[in-house]
């Protein structure tokens, strides 16, 4: 996340479910964390939320590991 800018982000560790990929447990996954993760970023600048998951895609999703980006407007409330 450091290389990318993100200053804030949440990680799930424990993620499982199932897809066109088949069945994914909470073992396996990203190498580092040593399960399925999800990992959630939120970043008001539209652009810049485009460039980030362009890199993370291109970086992890293209073909290292399944993933999902979303890019979705949202309404943060503290």
Not at 14 to 24: A, F, T
Request: aromatic share 8%.
């Amino acid at each position: 996340m450091e290389s990318l800018e993100i200053k804030a982000y949440t990680i799930y560790h424990d993620v499982s479910g199932q897809g066109q990929r088949g069945m994914r447990s909470i073992s396996g996954g990203l190498s580092r964390f040593g399960e399925n993760i999800r990992i959630e970023i939120i970043i008001e600048d539209e652009e810049q939320a485009v460039e980030v998951a362009e890199k993370i895609y291109n970086k992890y999703l293209s073909s290292r590991y399944a993933g999902i980006v979303y890019l979705e407007k949202i309404r943060v409330v503290k």
